[in-house]
């Protein structure tokens, strides 16, 4: 058993002063504050700051990393940014999968991030053709989140098509195993607690072929690009007559369990249908302006009930805590007025939502039985000093860069 006695800690969205917290074997086992006495008063030595537990980055694609510094030189859209995105997958190989991916997930436990749900849809050889290992990729990504100490959650993307009614082209057939059946299979043969499926989008799987997906999924969490683009929805609407929110309602992906990613340009029936599936909605604000992608209706979708998640997406920044914060921000540009969310909303989006929407249930708070993955925050730095130890600091203030991993 180890003792902390923390200076500052953030408790179920309060910041408590002289915290004291008991672990065993990764877990808390006691906590005392000054409003919740329990067993376990910690050693005479203080840890200076805030502490916090650590946040879930609940969307990535670690390749994408590499695009930092080299696609924003240009005008266009996120249709011309993707055409670079696919150069990029086209040179992946295992190894520079795992180093590039490995260096990601380290970046992202310097700033305060203890899981992550990396979307993953680079299966295969450049020409389609499956690695002797078909879950190599996978595998590659799996040891990177072990080297670098973050929990991961691998989201085993379906990618089967180039658009809809089009089959994979180009780099893509690195992407598709052929069908959602043998999708399927590929997935179980990875045979690895850590992982989750996604699909990629309703461009990407037919509408025959989502439904093997859910099934596939069977309780794990499920993710999906929503609505991203307006192009989406009216290449959609022409194939089905339906919204993609519509679609997958329709064919059984929509529950508790799944995650919808970016939800940008939905209708008020998309939004009580999401409210009605009591799942997530995964935003990634850096990555949705950086691409241009608009402004999604964060404050509606939480009032119909979705949990809302954050992820840092393309790692164009990797900051949840500018995740946080871009979430308000953006209903404040969209709406012309301020206090959309609280800021114990905003932290609970980066952590204990987050870790429920990735399945991790015993992560995001500090709390008796909860994994004791901590962060504390320097309150002497430039950005918090003289802000006082608060959720709203937090928030509007903090930056990774503010952030030390308490061992």
Known sequence: MTSYRL????????VEPDVGIEVTDGVITGL?????SRRGDGPAELTPGLTIPALANCHSHAFHRALRGHVQAERGTFWTWREQMYAVAAELTPD???ALARDTYAEMV???????????????????????DPNEMGRALLAAADDAGIRIRLLDGCYLAAGIGRPAEGVQRRFSDGGAHRWAERVAALDDDRVGVAIHSVRAVPRDQLAVVAEAAAGRPLHVHLSEQVAENEACLAAYGLTPTQLLAEEGVLGPMTSVVHATHLTPTDIGLLGQAGGFACFCPTTERDLADGIGPARALRNAGVRLTLGSDSHAVIDLFEEM???EMHERLATQERGHFSAAE??????????????FDDGGRIAVGHRADLRTLDLDSWRLRG???STEAVVFAATGADVRVLR
């Open 7 to 14: 200076e500052h800690a953030l408790v179920d969205g309060v």
């Open 32 to 36: 005392r504050t000054s409003s919740l």
């Open 96 to 98: 520079s999968y795992f």
């Open 110 to 132: 310097a700033s305060g991030i203890g899981a992550v749900g990396e979307f993953h849809y680079l299966h295969h050889q450049p020409d389609g053709t499956p690695y002797d």
């Open 325 to 327: 914060r871009g979430v």
């Open 346 to 359: 905003l932290f609970a989006s980066a952590a204990v939502d987050g870790h429920a929407s990735l399945g």
């Open 387 to 389: 802000t006082g130890a």
